[in-house]
């Protein structure tokens, strides 16, 4: 599996992002904003967590019109996938790469503290390892996480399978509880929560390991 992940201005997740997936067996590259080219044979790409551009603007929003994001969208384009988490999580939306928006939390403060995520669905590579209905506990980190579609994009998102996760307790006032959800091909998955703080068990958890064990797994075989 070779795995790139973007490093923006502001971004403080890259290097735990890259070293989940090294441990997973990854081969990664670190692929700077301004580059116009993803390294060959790319898998994946990790868009990781933090404060592209200092969240001036609106979360996510110029990071999503650097020139590697131009790259990252034909990769999705193709068929390759892409891990957004937090701020990349934001940015995929802001691409198009993932519908909907993170709006600013419901109770107006950052939030930072360990949640209990439920696993909706196990139908894609990301998910396959856990047990559908599994509850893991996945660290937040945000500000503006609070997850907005319109009636009828939610209700694609449910109809498909797309949901992800969803939080056990919701923290930000995201709508129906989502926590993370998939692309229309189930190769971009978007997600608030940071499973890559969850992949190391000297870091107080390793219920996030399973997301980079699964990706290894199918990338590996396919």
């Known amino acids: 599996m070779r795995a790139a992940v973007v490093v923006f201005p502001g971004s403080n997740c890259d290097r735990d992002l890259a070293v989940a997936f090294e441990k997973a067996g990854a081969d990664v590259t670190m692929v700077w904003h301004k580059d116009s080219t993803l390294p ?24 999503a019109n650097s020139p590697i994001c131009k790259s990252v969208a034909d990769h999705a384009a193709r068929g390759g996938y892409v891990l957004g988490v937090c701020n990349g999580f934001q940015v995929l939306t802001e691409t198009g790469l993932l519908p909907g928006a993170l709006l600013r939390n419901a109770g107006l403060k950052y939030i ?67 926590a993370g959800i998939l692309s229309a091909n189930r190769r971009v998955l978007g997600m608030m929560p940071h499973p890559e703080r969850a992949a190391d068990a000297g870091h107080g958890g390793t219920d996030g390991t399973a997301l980079f064990r699964a990706l290894a797994g199918a990338l590996t075989t396919a």
């Open 112 to 178: 930072c503290k360990t949640v209990g995520l439920k696993v909706e669905t196990t139908a894609s590579d990301f998910t396959s390892s856990y047990g559908g209905g599994d509850v893991i506990d996945i660290p937040i980190a945000h500000h503006d996480g609070n997850y907005f579609a319109d009636p009828e994009t939610l209700a694609t998102l449910k109809g498909e399978d797309r949901i992800a996760f969803t939080y056990t307790d919701n923290p930000n006032g995201s709508q129906i509880d989502i």
């Open 40 to 63: 060959d044979g790319v898998d994946i790409v990790g868009v990781p967590g933090g404060f592209s551009y200092g969240d001036y603007l609106r979360c996510g929003a110029i990071a």
